[in-house]
């Protein structure tokens, strides 16, 4: 992947992330990695991690925690999204097409509906 085309990837993934960055903590913010906690502290007295996008080697990261709280948020989640899903709840791309920036969108919208009703977020 060349570096216009992961930036681009990225930009366009952190922006899926940040109309909520208000509602979230933003932990790193640079040209390849965007990272955003709860203020929700766990047991361990850590924060809740929420979401990051990551530039890699080879694709673009888009790491979303609450698809790990609550795995049923997948369930309406199409077939060329999941394809990108590797382990419990991070998604891989080299490329972003409209369909799966949509889905993607709708999953962080309601990934952060479904922290709001547990109450991770004020």
Do not use: W
Request: glycine share 6%.
């Amino acid at each position: 992947m060349n570096g216009e085309t992961a930036g681009a990837v990225f930009n366009t993934l952190k922006a899926l992330l940040t109309p909520y960055q208000s509602r979230l903590v933003v932990v790193h913010d640079s040209a390849d990695h965007y990272y955003l906690d709860t203020a929700f502290l766990m047991p361990n007295k850590k924060p809740l991690f929420f979401a990051a996008v990551k530039t890699g080697k080879r694709d673009i990261s888009f790491h979303l925690m609450p698809i790990y709280v609550f795995p049923d948020l997948l369930d309406t989640v199409p077939n060329t999204l999941r394809s990108r899903l590797q382990g419990k709840s991070c998604f891989h791309f080299s490329g972003l097409d409209a369909e799966q920036q949509k889905a993607l969108q709708q999953l962080v919208a309601h990934s952060v509906e479904r922290y709001r009703q547990a109450g991770y977020l004020g």
